[in-house]
């Protein structure tokens, strides 16, 4: 931020909307000689006057305190990629989550049958696999639905 710069845009901008510097300082509460020190390159505004100054003199907050051009296009191109990162993370995170799933299902139902395998009937081990068969479909699904909605 360059206090010269600043002033500069203030009084361009003051001037070419036909306003006096005792007129902005109205509009802001404030002085006409701390419109004059902006506009000098003597002093900042106030950052809480920013927003006012800029609504004031029809400019933007971003023109007012930065003599950067902001380049929209280069700006979604940055946010594109962004969003492009965060949704190849997730998928690789519920990727992850997925087996870890599966692999901690597949590790209770054989610890299970090792422990029971004696007093269980066949019929109560097929209900068993079933459940954990279903369970690991349910989260499979589950994930698959997320992750194409990414």
């Known amino acids: 931020m360059d206090?010269?710069?600043t002033g500069n845009v203030i009084a361009e901008a003051r001037k070419a909307k036909g306003l006096t510097?005792?007129?902005?300082?109205e509009?802001?509460?404030?002085?006409?000689?701390?419109?004059?020190?902006w506009e000098r390159g003597?002093?900042?505004?106030?950052?809480?006057?920013l927003k006012p100054i800029a609504k004031a003199l029809d400019i933007s907050t971003l023109k007012l305190i930065s003599d950067e051009e902001v380049d929209s296009e280069k700006t979604l191109?940055?946010?594109?990629?962004?969003?492009?990162?965060?949704?190849?993370?997730?998928?690789?995170?519920?990727?992850?989550?997925?087996?870890?799933?599966?692999?901690?299902?597949?590790?209770?139902?054989?610890m299970m049958?090792?422990?029971n395998r004696d007093f269980l009937e066949l019929e109560r081990v097929?209900?068993?696999?079933?459940?954990?068969c279903f369970?690991?479909?349910?989260?499979?699904?589950?994930?698959?639905?997320?992750?194409?909605?990414?």
């Open 3 to 5: 206090v010269i710069y």
């Open 21 to 25: 510097q005792q007129e902005l300082a």
């Open 27 to 37: 509009k802001l509460n404030v002085t006409n000689k701390a419109v004059s020190k």
């Open 42 to 49: 003597i002093n900042y505004p106030d950052i809480s006057l």
């Open 77 to 110: 191109e940055i946010a594109s990629q962004i969003t492009d990162t965060r949704k190849q993370f997730f998928k690789k995170d519920i990727k992850q989550r997925l087996w870890l799933c599966t692999i901690i299902s597949m590790i209770g139902f054989a």
């Open 113 to 115: 049958y090792l422990i």
């Open 126 to 132: 097929s209900y068993l696999l079933e459940f954990f």
């Open 135 to 150: 369970q690991s479909a349910l989260m499979s699904a589950s994930s698959l639905f997320y992750m194409r909605n990414l």
